[in-house]
């Protein structure tokens, strides 16, 4: 199984004299190649991080900012122990019920209605 860290955008704003300073970003955490029975629900986790302002001397232009430079950001920010730990949690939960047999129940309209 793989934890995937995934920055789906990033909100800029204008502070302290700089132009285009990342100031949010929105993430998700996806599972991937996961042994999981079919039916199985995969959990996903998504939010956002506040980013602290920069100082013109630790500030990167938004179109020299790259991957490994975000992805830094995103996992200093977040607790990854204990979200990776949550999405295991909500995965084994998913696989015990997609294995938990199923009985299958069928509504009648009673005859005298």
Known sequence: ???????AMMDT?????????????HYRITLSDV???????????FGTVELDAPTAENFTNYGDLDYLT????LKSRLD???L???L???LNANI??????????????????
Not at 13 to 25: M, R, W
Not at 35 to 45: L, Q, R, S, V, Y
Not at 96 to 113: G, H, Y
Request: contains cysteine; negative net charge.
């Open 84 to 86: 990776e730990a949550e």
């Open 70 to 73: 975000v992805h830094t950001w």
């Open 88 to 90: 295991q949690y909500e």
């Open 13 to 25: 704003a204008s502070e302290n004299g700089l132009a285009n300073v990342v100031k949010t970003l």
């Open 80 to 82: 990854c122990d204990r």
């Open 35 to 45: 042994d999981a029975p079919e039916g199985t629900i995969i959990p996903f986790k």
């Open 1 to 7: 199984m793989n934890i995937n860290y995934e920055v």
């Open 96 to 113: 015990e019920i997609a294995n938990t047999p199923k009985v299958q129940t069928t509504s009648k309209i009673p005859n005298w209605l």
